[in-house]
């Protein structure tokens, strides 16, 4: 599905990723594991196309798309859900997701298919985004990323500063998502229950370089701990 190749990146002078390669299986999760600054994030926006590459290569389903637009990549089949629950505060829940359906022609089957997969939403979609829960806020950033009906979610630490109930809720989401086919998840994590729990693969990046990698599966904790060293 995505298949990044000996991508290095940074901010100016600062070289972030060093020659990453990471491939994320066609009906399937994939997650990236490590430290605060290790680069994960760094490593998603160059996949969403947020942050261009200074060598190495970005392919969806074998079409290089190195160069090619976050918009182009988003008609393409890629959805990106940045860190931090992001959604605009002022506007209701509709609102929010409105702004991706309005523009598109399925946008209102859209919607209806993203509500029945986060139900919990529903009653709240009069509400200003800013009054939800750290939790209610996240799954409707995802929500509104699946509006576009993507074939590959490329979520950023869903996790954090979440209550375990709604991981538990956003992972049986992940798990539901994948059983269609064709559709993929690159995870950027660092609950590594979580991660692994979901995850097909994994891949533990370590000062923007992948020093491991694997099958997931809940019995990949113990490889990875000892591979981050916690
Ligand atoms: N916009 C930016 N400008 C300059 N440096 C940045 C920028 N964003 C991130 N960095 C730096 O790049 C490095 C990798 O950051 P990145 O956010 O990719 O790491 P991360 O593994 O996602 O960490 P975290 O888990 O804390 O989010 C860090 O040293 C960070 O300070």
Same mark, same amino acid.
């Given at each position: 599905?995505?298949?990044?190749?000996?991508?290095?990146?940074?901010?100016?002078?600062?070289?972030?990723?060093?020659?990453?390669?990471?491939?994320?299986?066609?009906?399937?999760? @994939?997650? &990236? !594991?490590?430290?605060?600054? =290790?680069?994960?994030?760094? #490593?998603? $926006?160059? +996949?969403?196309? /947020?942050?261009?590459?200074?060598?190495?290569?970005?392919?969806?389903?074998?079409?290089?798309?190195?160069?090619?637009?976050?918009?182009?990549?988003?008609?393409?089949?890629?959805?990106?859900?940045?860190?931090?629950?992001?959604?605009?505060?002022?506007?209701?829940?509709?609102?929010?997701?409105?702004?991706?359906?309005?523009?598109?022609?399925?946008?209102?089957?859209?919607? @209806?298919? &993203? !509500?029945?997969?986060?139900? =919990?939403?529903?009653?709240? #979609?009069? $509400?200003? +985004?800013?009054? /939800?829960?750290?939790?209610?806020?996240?799954?409707?950033?995802?929500?509104?990323?699946?509006?576009?009906?993507?074939?590959?979610?490329?979520?950023?630490?869903?996790?954090?500063?979440?209550?375990?109930?709604?991981?538990?809720?956003?992972?049986?989401?992940?798990?539901?998502?994948?059983?269609?086919?064709?559709?993929?998840?690159?995870?950027?994590?660092?609950?590594?229950?979580?991660?692994?729990?979901?995850?097909?693969?994994?891949?533990?990046?370590?000062?923007? $370089?992948?020093?491991?990698?694997?099958?997931?599966?809940?019995?990949?904790?113990?490889?990875?701990?000892?591979?981050?060293?916690?």
């Amino acid at each position: 599905m995505l298949t990044l190749r000996g991508v290095h990146a940074g901010y100016g002078r600062s070289r972030v990723l060093h020659g990453v390669d990471l491939a994320v299986p066609p009906d399937g999760v @994939a997650a &990236v !594991l490590g430290h605060n600054g =290790a680069g994960k994030s760094t #490593l998603l $926006r160059v +996949a969403a196309g /947020l942050l261009r590459p200074s060598a190495g290569t970005v392919e969806l389903d074998g079409v290089d798309v190195t160069r090619a637009a976050p918009h182009e990549r988003v008609a393409r089949g890629m959805a990106y859900v940045p860190q931090g629950q992001q959604c605009f505060p002022h506007l209701t829940a509709a609102e929010n997701l409105r702004l991706v359906a309005d523009g598109r022609r399925d946008g209102a089957v859209a919607t @209806a298919e &993203v !509500l029945d997969l986060f139900p =919990a939403l529903r009653p709240l #979609l009069r $509400r200003r +985004a800013g009054l /939800l829960s750290g939790g209610q806020r996240q799954q409707l950033a995802i929500a509104r990323a699946l509006i576009t009906r993507p074939r590959l979610l490329m979520l950023d630490e869903p996790t954090e500063g979440i209550q375990p109930s709604v991981v538990a809720e956003i992972q049986e989401r992940i798990v539901e998502l994948t059983r269609q086919s064709g559709f993929s998840v690159l995870l950027v994590e660092q609950h590594l229950g979580f991660a692994l729990r979901v995850a097909d693969r994994y891949h533990v990046l370590e000062s923007g $370089r992948v020093t491991s990698h694997g099958d997931g599966g809940v019995t990949a904790e113990r490889e990875v701990r000892s591979a981050l060293a916690v």
